[in-house]
């Protein structure tokens, strides 16, 4: 199926995890994808060789989406490559797990340069960078449905997304882009299982509808429709995505 062929989408933070499986399931539907990474080049350059491998098309770019002039560069050596960007995916993001009281102000300031400047960074520079009727996916979370101790300062973040999602979604509308956010429960990536038990995954795995965590298809899946033309009418929306979980 091609039904993506000739669009150029970004993913951010897609050298692994969710972000590899978008950028995967993204490319076997005909697009032509920029890996985006800021530490982990090995593992971008295995992304494009297997969308490569697989008959598809892509390039890795490092880019630090909390610094204004990297995400600049990750735009601009973009279009300059394939001409154009159709599509932007905020997917990179990181998570702390601590109580409140015991949050650093370097804990704060790190979790909401990369969740919450990072969107702000590319959404801005998508504000003129992207092709009309464009696409723009987000990343929230389910937890801000929830009131999870250790979760309070990554869900600020998520939650900020979110409002910037909404408002944005208005401010470019003008140029038919669709921007959107979509909200995970837990997925079975590093990002979620480290550093927690056996026990507390299986907790959290049971309040889902399916007693199981998501996988990474699950989220994928859901991105290729959301910036398909058969979604079109759909933007300014948060999209639970979490089996039931929240």
């Known amino acids: 199926m091609n039904t993506l062929k000739e669009k150029v989408i970004i993913v951010t933070g897609s050298s692994k995890g969710i972000g590899a499986t978008i950028a995967k399931t993204l490319a076997s539907k005909g697009a032509t994808l920029v890996i985006n990474y800021a530490t982990s080049k090995a593992d971008a350059d295995n992304v494009v060789a297997e969308i490569i491998n697989s008959g598809g098309n892509a390039i890795a770019i490092k880019a630090d989406v909390s610094k204004t002039e990297e995400v600049k560069h990750l735009f601009e050596a973009t279009i300059n490559h394939f001409g154009k960007v ?37 959404m801005r520079e998508a504000s003129i960078r992207l092709a009309d009727g464009g696409r723009i996916i987000n990343f929230s979370s389910s937890v801000t449905r929830l009131m999870l101790p250790t979760y309070g300062t990554y869900s600020a973040t998520k939650a900020s997304v979110e409002q910037l999602t909404k408002v944005f979604a208005k401010e470019i509308g003008n140029r038919n882009i669709t921007v959107n956010s979509v909200s995970p429960g837990p997925v079975n990536t ?31 899946n859901v991105i290729a429709f959301l910036i398909s033309d058969e979604a079109q009418w759909i933007t300014a929306q948060n999209i639970g995505v979490n089996g039931g979980f929240a």
């Open 86 to 122: 159709d599509i932007l995916i905020n997917n990179a993001g990181i998570a702390i797990y601590k109580l409140i009281k015991d949050t650093t102000d370097e804990d704060f300031d790190r979790i909401f340069n990369i969740n919450v400047k990072g969107t702000f960074n590319t």
């Open 190 to 220: 590093e990002l979620f299982t480290q550093g927690k038990t056996d026990e507390t995954i299986a907790r959290l795995a049971s309040m889902s509808a399916f007693n199981r965590i998501g996988e990474t298809d699950d989220i994928a």
